[in-house]
């Protein structure tokens, strides 16, 4: 697999689309690449903030934020 | 995020404020029932506070890591609740009805925002409906390949190619937003 290669089947493997045959030519290629290959997979994931970010705002209730803070406040982060 | 990750409640009243209308809409998209989003938000935002620290800069804006987060919480949560196949009913009625989700809640009231969502939609609806349609199912419903390919009746290697052009137009068109994202 080439880099070209790799880089289609980063954007597939960010958001879960490569099937598990795929996989391990990719962790392979992933190995190969190395520091090269993380840094590309890093900026793949630009593409989940877009896909989240193309979606129009949706309101939430009041009272799922009052039952968050005071859960919080009932129990100190770990 | 430093905030959260130093245990400052504050700190993530003000992310839940800023960030919970985008994250309650992608969890909409996957799951389609308003009552269910409202609880898989709260548990996801409870996750936020709980692994803020795992988030590390270095990987990522706070906004991709949440996103990250949060999709796949909501794909677990639709399998979970085996909520699957009412949700898939609905979603091929809404598919046999707006064959193109994206470009079809591309409202008057939406061009007029000169926001970023606005602009990657611009992007996003540049794709032919075919690779549209496959990146919705991927990563909005969570299938694979080979489920995208029974659904629309489409060859697996018809479905790859779709998918590999489409995320590829995206991302290099994500490129110019870049400082936006």
């Given amino acids: ?78 | 995020m430093k905030g959260i990750q130093a245990g400052d409640a504050d700190a993530l009243s003000q992310l839940y404020d800023r960030y919970n209308g985008i994250l309650k809409a992608l969890i909409l998209r996957v799951i389609h029932n308003e009552a269910e989003a409202d609880d898989l938000l709260q548990e996801i935002f409870m996750e936020i506070w709980n692994q803020a620290k795992n988030f590390s800069e270095q990987k990522g804006k706070p906004l991709g890591w949440m996103v990250t987060l949060a999709r796949r919480r909501a794909i677990d949560g639709l399998r979970k609740k085996q909520a699957y196949a009412r949700a898939e009913e609905r979603l091929q009625n809404e598919t046999e009805q707006q064959p193109d989700a994206w470009v079809h809640n591309a409202t008057e009231e939406e061009i007029v925002l000169g926001d970023t969502r606005v602009l990657i939609r611009k992007v996003i609806s540049s794709l032919p409906p075919a690779q549209q349609q496959a990146i919705e199912l991927a990563f909005f419903r969570g299938m694979s390949q080979r489920e995208i390919a029974a659904k629309t009746n489409t060859p697996l290697g018809t479905v790859k190619t779709r998918l590999e052009l489409g995320l590829k137009k995206i991302y290099d068109g994500l490129k110019d937003l870049k400082d936006e994202l």
């Fill in chain 1, 1 to 78: 697999m080439n880099f070209e290669q790799f880089q289609n089947q980063s954007r597939l493997y960010v958001i879960g689309a490569l099937e598990p045959e795929e996989l391990d030519e990719f962790e392979k290629a992933r190995e190969k690449f190395g520091k090269q290959a993380e840094d590309f997979i890093s900026k793949c994931y630009a593409l989940h903030e877009a896909f989240a970010l193309s979606l129009r705002p949706a309101k939430s209730s009041d009272a799922i934020k009052d039952r968050l803070m005071a859960m919080v406040k009932a129990k100190k982060q770990p």
